[in-house]
């Protein structure tokens, strides 16, 4: 399958993903896995496409509303495809006040012990003086909580939360 | 002893509402080793429910046993006509399930449940049941009123806004599929 990675962002207004995915539907292209999240008043997705058609007929589906809407698109062929998830077996929560490092210091603990990050979602909330750095990550690593707790252990004095958590997916 | 056919989404008669068992007799014996040589047979399956191989009747069969952290459970349990009376708490967790292959996503249940239920000879059961033995309970008795946990599923961005969720659901978290 000739999968492309379509991403598009711009200012958020309702009937967006309507009118791209109409757009995909009438040029002949299905959509695959997508993810789109609000983001800073901002509306992201990034969508597997195929249509066994070249980048170039892509653009020429895209490009039109794509500027009717304001926003701004880039497309890339890729590797892979569907029915590849990988099920996570670790959560990890992060809190604390905002400062700036804090994803890079905890992704670069977990890194450091195999983890590979499935999901990861961070917000900042509470208040303009006092903001609150907020993140889940969700994840696979061949280890165990007291190992991957042991390695974030060090940011917990410098007042970041850092809880782990295993994930135990119930087939029911 | 035979290892029976599990249906996939999207066959409708997963979404069926099963009957309850009335007749308590060695054929119904025979089908419950049928359904855990199934449920035994596919990928780690803490559960299966009658509808998922086709049969419309009120049967589970739950075993948490054998998690990788142990957890609280009653060992392996054969309900039939199970009944949730009560309802505690919810949590999310996530969930896959023998009929919705290649797919897991996060689900709220409730944490703690009662219910009662009858042996495969007939006799009452009664149970309390909490954390991920409860889930699987629910996961399975939905089964038997036709709901996947596909039905149930949570944005991943959920566990944020746990108090508008709990406001929504204190009262009985597991409904709110049903209800709403």
């Known amino acids: 399958m000739n999968w492309q990675m379509l991403t598009l962002v711009g200012k958020d207004r309702p009937g967006i993903v309507a009118q791209v995915t109409e757009a995909l539907y009438q040029g002949g292209w299905t959509l695959g896995e997508t993810s789109m999240i609000r983001l800073g008043g901002n509306f992201t997705i990034m969508m597997m496409v195929n249509g066994g058609q070249s980048e170039q007929a892509l653009n020429l589906v895209i490009a039109p509303v794509a500027d009717r809407l304001g926003l701004r698109f880039h497309q890339d062929p890729m590797q892979g495809g569907l029915h590849q998830h990988c099920v996570p077996n670790f959560q990890v929560r992060v809190n604390g006040a905002d400062r700036a490092g804090i994803v890079a210091e905890v992704t670069g603990k977990l890194a450091e012990s195999g983890f590979n990050i499935l999901e990861l979602n961070s917000d900042v909330v509470g208040s303009l003086e006092k903001p609150v750095y907020i993140m889940t990550i969700q994840g696979y690593a061949e280890t165990t909580v007291e190992t991957l707790e042991a390695s974030l252990g060090r940011l917990e004095s410098e007042q970041i939360d850092v809880h782990v958590s295993p994930i135990e997916t119930l087939i029911g | ?180």
């Open chain 2, 1 to 180: 002893m035979a290892i029976l056919e599990i249906l996939e989404l999207p066959d409708p008669r997963l979404k069926e509402v099963a009957d309850e068992v009335v007749d308590f007799n060695e054929e119904l014996l025979a089908f419950i080793e049928d359904l855990e040589e199934t449920r035994l047979s596919g990928p780690a399956a803490v559960g299966i429910a009658a509808p998922q191989v086709g049969r419309q009747q009120r049967i589970i069969i739950i075993d948490c046993s054998t998690t990788r952290k142990p957890v609280p459970n009653h060992g392996r349990l054969v309900l039939v006509n199970p009944e949730i009376t009560e309802w505690d708490g919810f949590e999310l967790g996530r969930e896959g399930c023998l009929s919705v292959p290649d797919y897991t996503g996060n689900v709220i249940r409730a944490e703690r449940i009662k219910l009662h239920a009858c042996c495969p000879t007939g006799e009452p059961l009664e149970y309390e049941m909490e954390g991920y033995e409860a889930r699987a309970l629910q996961h399975e008795v939905d089964h038997l009123d036709g709901i996947l946990f596909v039905d149930r599923l949570v944005s991943r961005r959920t566990d944020l806004f746990q108090r508008k969720v709990y406001q929504v659901c204190a009262k009985n978290p597991a409904a709110q599929g049903r209800d709403g």
